[in-house]
């Protein structure tokens, strides 16, 4: 292998900058010596860009395993509380190897988006359990239409699936009084369900639900935990699929 004399000119540059600044911290430098070094970078990084690119990347991965350990520690503290919660609805496979939690508002414009990945990875995966965690966080309409959801979840447990399906995927904004009709038109009264909220609020889980959001780093909807990660964001399925494929294979969400 052979080096231009502009080549070891450089590494030669960089090596006896390194070594000058180690031996003198930067308060030991005169003017004239902090100028030529500054140049010297400047000059550097102009001729070599590509090497911020390379920094940022660093930079990105860096933080993209502190956010995963720091997500691993909080999904290892609160394991029943996120897989396992009374108060949540598990479709999919009940006994599958792998479970994926989306904590998601009805009026979630991206949540509507991400429905039909959910629907296409409980078909292709057979061996998937998913885990709906109602997080309503965009108004009041949103925590008026959870509130009958948990009233109809308590009445009808096994139509909550259709119920979470058809209020999701309808038109308009989700409400108290859209999610009554979704309700009845599933064979639920509106009487027993304004008496089911009234008997049960679901007011102390869906405070339980954002201390666990806070706790993890959720900040919108939907986001997922699969694995030993929280995921921000409607991701898509190719993603969903590869982090389900790395947790069968390494039991993390990146090998």
Do not use: W
């Not at 009709?181 to 008997?199: C, D, F, N, P, Q």
């Not at 806070?214 to 699929?241: F, H, R």
Request: hydrophobic share 40%.
């Amino acid at each position: 292998m052979t080096f231009s004399f502009k080549s070891l000119l450089t590494v030669s540059a960089i090596a006896l900058t390194a070594s000058f600044a180690t031996i003198q911290p930067a308060a030991a430098l005169d003017d004239q010596q902090k100028k030529e070094i500054g140049d010297f970078i400047k000059e550097y990084l102009v001729e070599h860009p590509e090497v911020l690119l390379d920094a940022q990347a660093a930079l990105e991965k860096k933080q993209d395993e502190a956010r995963i350990a720091q997500s691993s520690q909080v999904i290892t503290q609160n394991k029943d509380a996120i897989f396992n919660s009374k108060d949540d609805v598990a479709i999919g496979n009940p006994k599958g190897d792998i479970t994926v939690v989306e904590f998601f508002d009805y009026n979630c414009t991206y949540c509507r988006h991400a429905l039909g990945d959910m629907d296409t990875l409980l078909k292709q995966d057979k061996n998937v359990r998913f885990v709906l965690k109602e997080f309503p966080i965009l108004g009041q309409d949103s925590v008026a239409a959870s509130r009958v959801s948990g009233a109809f979840r308590l009445l009808a447990p096994e139509k909550y699936a259709e119920f979470h399906h058809k209020l999701l995927s309808s038109d308009g904004r989700a409400s108290e009084d859209t999610a009554i009709e979704v309700a009845t038109s599933l064979g639920v009264s509106e009487a027993a369900i304004r008496a089911e909220m009234a008997k049960a609020p679901n007011t102390d889980m869906i405070k339980a639900t954002y201390q666990l959001a806070t706790d993890l780093g959720v900040n919108g909807t939907p986001a997922y935990v699969i694995g030993n990660e929280m995921v921000s964001g409607a991701i898509g399925l190719d993603a969903i699929k590869e982090k389900i494929a790395n947790v069968r294979s390494c039991g993390k969400t990146s090998c």
